[in-house]
T-cell receptor, first 110, second 110 residues
Framework: GIQVEQSPPDLILQEGANSTLRCNFS?????LQWFHQNPWGQLINLFY???GTKQNGRLSATTVATERYSLLYISSSQTTDSGVYFC????????????FGKGTLLTVNP | SQTIHQWPATLVQPVGSPLSLECTVE??????LYWYRQAAGRGLQLLFY??????ISSEVPQNLSASRPQDRQFILSSKKLLLSDSGFYLC?????????FGPGTRLTVL
């Protein structure tokens, strides 16, 4: 099956810093989603981005499908950005099954 | 609007006891539904998915089973819990190709 690799596995930032999280996938995909898991465990949708670039406030994401990677940018980080960021892909079929990466644990210190 | 509910929020059960976790969706009909488990650490593992009433696909051989008795209800069960069944259980559904997650149930098996 498709493989999803995220890097870095852990990232520590000072408040106000910028960061880039990467997601590589091993095959073509129909769908790619970025999620943020907050300290209470809730998985929050950030982006649905099978290709192209999207922005939502301080967050933006770019997927280059032909090169099989996606990037999540966080600018001017805040302590509330802390948590685990997951990339997940769907490689086809009407079942919409997602394969998740192992995540990036982001810690933003005040 | 569509919402997804899970209960209970937390559960502590002895080894060998039965399990029933419930997930319900509001505001949609005939959704694809999914059960994931997140063990200690970060990865999410797809356990079961369902594309309709009575239709269950299992992704991983294990001590658990799933059922979909109604269109918007998805139940995760076990006859006898193992220590290894501890984890965070998440239900999800799909809207326009995007998966959305419920709040999760944190299960501890002692």
């Amino acid at each position: 099956g498709i493989q999803v690799e995220q890097s870095p596995p852990d990232l520590i930032l000072q408040e106000g810093a910028n960061s880039t999280l990467r997601c590589n996938f091993s095959d073509s995909v129909n769908n790619l989603q970025w999620f943020h898991q907050n300290p209470w465990g809730q998985l929050i949708n950030l982006f649905y981005i099978p290709s192209g670039t999207k922005q939502n406030g301080r967050l933006s994401a770019t997927t280059v499908a032909t090169e099989r990677y996606s990037l999540l940018y966080i600018s001017s980080s805040q302590t509330t950005d802390s948590g685990v960021y997951f990339c997940a892909v769907h490689s086809g079929g009407s079942n919409y099954k997602l394969t998740f990466g192992k995540g990036t644990l982001l810690t933003v210190n005040p | 609007s569509q919402t997804i509910h899970q209960w209970p929020a937390t559960l502590v059960q002895p080894v060998g006891s039965p399990l029933s976790l419930e997930c319900t969706v509001e505001g949609t009909s005939n959704p694809n539904l999914y059960w994931y488990r997140q063990a200690a650490g970060r990865g999410l593992q797809l356990l079961f998915y369902s594309v309709g009433i009575g239709q269950i696909s299992s992704e991983v051989p294990q001590n658990l089973s799933a059922s979909r008795p109604q269109d918007r209800q998805f139940i995760l069960s076990s006859k006898k819990l193992l220590l290894s069944d501890s984890g965070f259980y998440l239900c999800a559904w799909v809207l326009s190709g995007t998966q959305y997650f419920g709040p999760g149930t944190r299960l501890t098996v002692l």
